[in-house]
């Protein structure tokens, strides 16, 4: 992902797709994020909980134009 690197003074995010047997995916996502001192922990806290959410409302709205149906890249692979 890019990194806004004004906003954080570290971060690290995580992302696994699952194929699932019905055709949906399980999607796991973590991260860590370390803005180092320069945001309110109250602001980190609600950008926390809101990242993954908006992140998943984004990413349904792209993989569903015909562009993406089926596109693949060399760096993602399937899982065992």
Request: aromatic share 8%; proline share 8%; glycine share 8%.
């Amino acid at each position: 992902s890019t990194l806004d690197r004004s906003s954080a003074a570290s971060d690290v995010y995580k992302r696994q797709f699952k194929p699932l047997i019905n055709g949906m995916v399980e999607v796991t996502m973590s991260g860590h994020a370390d803005p180092g001192g320069r945001i309110p922990a109250t602001a980190v806290n609600f950008l926390i909980q809101e990242h993954p959410y908006n992140t998943l409302k984004g990413l349904r709205k792209i993989i569903g134009e015909p562009s993406y149906q089926k596109l693949q890249y060399v760096y993602i692979r399937e899982l065992p």
